[in-house]
């Protein structure tokens, strides 16, 4: 089946520092990504909508400036935290639509990245 | 009212249970549905799509009510490794966007 590859897996950083997140298709181009993110006990919610080669479509509440998603090529799209801060320390879960198939509305996660923010 | 609702659970069940998941949506133009498996802290993986017309998958059997905009999960025979939160996601409706309920969380003990 599809892959999609996140990294890091994991990652904990200091209060103000950025942190970039990677999304890889592993064996499918993706125009579109997905990221989302997930607290403890919650369901996922969907930040943005990341377009290949066009800006990001970000969710209600979301602030664009402060999580940057550049999708540059089919197969890469990136999430950076800037100056991030304990209230962002969340999983965060990106997926992508498989193009080349029937059935185009089935996504396929990535498998999270958990961000730790001291 | 949410988009999605799930009954959170937990549902706690003996092994070779019979255990049924509820869902309902509210945008009646909503296209696809899903049920989705996740364990804890990792990414949810896809069980199964649902369709109109019902379809099954070994022990698990999938249902789409659309005038009653419901949608069940029915897992027979329940295993240890069953164990997880089931997320009944709603797809479509004016343009690709995926919705996510919150979660049913399953507990299958011996």
């Known amino acids: 089946g599809a892959v999609v590859s996140q990294h890091p897996s994991w990652v904990i950083c200091k209060s103000g520092t950025s942190v970039k997140i990677e999304c890889r298709s592993l064996d499918f181009q993706a125009t579109t990504m997905f990221w989302y993110r997930q607290f403890p006990k919650q369901s996922l919610m969907l930040m943005a909508t990341s377009n290949e080669g066009s800006k990001a479509t970000y969710e209600q509440g979301v602030e664009k400036d402060k999580f940057l998603i550049n999708h540059a090529s089919l197969t890469l799209s990136t999430l950076t935290v800037t100056s991030a801060h304990p209230e962002d320390s969340s999983f965060y879960i990106c997926?992508?639509?498989?193009?080349?198939?029937?059935?185009?509305?089935?996504?396929?996660f990535g498998p999270g990245t958990r961000l730790t923010v001291l | 009212r949410k988009e999605v609702e799930q009954d959170p659970g937990p549902f706690n069940v003996p092994e070779g249970a019979t255990v049924a998941f509820n869902c309902t949506y509210s945008?009646?133009?909503?296209?696809?549905f899903f049920w989705y498996r996740q364990d804890c802290r990792k990414e949810p993986k896809l069980l199964m799509s649902?369709?109109?017309s019902g379809n099954e998958d070994g022990r698990f059997t999938a249902q789409l009510n659309r005038a009653s905009q419901y949608i069940s999960l029915l897992i027979r025979d329940s295993k240890l490794s069953d164990s997880a939160t089931y997320l009944c996601v709603v797809n479509g409706g004016g343009g690709f966007k995926t919705i996510f309920g919150a979660g049913t969380r399953l507990f299958v003990k011996a």
């Open positions: 649902v369709y109109s």
């Open positions: 945008n009646s133009a909503s296209q696809s």
């Open positions: 997926s992508a639509i498989r193009q080349d198939r029937a059935s185009t509305d089935t996504q396929y």
